[in-house]
């Protein structure tokens, strides 16, 4: 995990190819009917289970950096990553803007106003002895990955794009949030997953990996903050505060580690435990650039968008 820097711009070229890369995946974001009244208050969806990937937001939030009106809601397992922004449960939610892109493509209104991720986490892993050195030689091998959607799947057809193979060179086997285990077992060769996560807790768990990075040549869009252009022109100025305050979050995530477990625990009680914590440490650190230097984090992260030209398709686009 790590910070989107200036240099990071969507273009509505690259975005406009991307989403025809990744049109025919679904993107399960049907609205659900609202379970709260968010009126008067601004909440912040983190996609699914707490973890220490979510450090910056805990951060800010303890440190007061959001204003009083602001919370945190995690989602649940079943839930789409857009249903409660688009029933107006959430404001804004933290998700990957390719699933973003995918969503706006099916006629959902979606704008990116935030950068979290500087490089794309998601990849394909390996364990070190395997005699898969590149992308092309996946051709004949069993990849695992969650399911047929999301940012691992789309890892999946950006790799064997690049390496000029199709979902048919390949066989593709549906193994759920399994990787680690499918991996370590043997029961596939490679699995879809993501550096500074999947990556790492392979390698605490005693399975040394490589890792094949993919989308060189492609504009991935990594995890952003999202919201909808209704809440947008309505409260502009307070989105802005909210990203702000999120950037705090991740400059204090990126430069202070162990302030970063500290705030996860209030979420994830297991790291009261040393062992824990000190696994949930190496993540964070996984989410340093190459180099591990902080100052490499340093730039704008807020987007937001001004107008509807600056919408690509009149749905989303980073805007300085």
Request: hydrophobic fraction near 45%; proline fraction near 5%.
């Amino acid at each position: 995990m790590s910070l989107l820097s200036r240099r990071h711009f969507l273009s509505t070229a690259s975005a406009t190819a991307l989403a025809g890369i990744l049109t025919a995946c679904g993107s399960g974001t049907g609205a659900q009917k609202a379970s709260a009244d968010a009126a008067g208050g601004m909440v912040i969806g983190l996609t699914y289970t707490p973890n220490i990937q979510f450090a910056p937001f805990y951060l800010a939030l303890s440190s007061g950096q959001y204003s009083s009106g602001v919370s945190l809601r995690h989602h649940g397992d079943q839930e789409g990553l857009f249903d409660a922004l688009l029933a107006g449960t959430e404001q804004v939610v933290v998700a990957g803007a390719d699933e973003a892109v995918v969503a706006a493509s099916n006629g959902n209104g979606l704008v990116v106003i935030g950068g979290f991720y500087q490089r794309y986490p998601g990849c394909i892993i390996v364990p070190e002895d395997s005699d898969i050195t590149d992308l092309a030689a996946l051709k004949g091998r069993i990849i695992g990955t969650p399911g047929k959607t999301g940012e691992t799947w789309y890892s999946v057809l950006v790799a064997l794009s690049t390496a000029g193979l199709s979902p048919d060179d390949v066989d593709v086997q549906e193994i759920g949030y399994t990787q680690q285990a499918a991996l370590a077992s043997g029961k596939v060769d490679a699995v879809a997953g993501f550096s500074n996560n999947d990556a790492v807790q392979l390698e605490q768990n005693g399975t040394p990996v490589r890792i094949l990075n993919i989308g060189e040549d492609v504009p991935l869009l990594g995890v952003s903050l999202i919201t909808t252009p209704d809440v947008l022109a309505a409260r502009r100025d307070e989105l802005t505060d909210a990203v702000t305050a999120s950037v705090t979050g991740m400059t204090t995530f990126v430069e202070d580690p162990d302030a970063a477990v500290e705030a996860t625990k209030e979420y994830v009680p297991d790291l009261t435990d040393a062992t824990q914590a000190a696994h949930a440490r190496e993540v964070a650190v996984a989410a340093l650039p190459p180099g591990g230097d902080p100052a490499d984090l340093a730039g704008p992260t807020v987007f937001l968008a001004s107008a509807a030209s600056d919408f690509v398709n009149g749905h989303v686009l980073y805007v300085d």
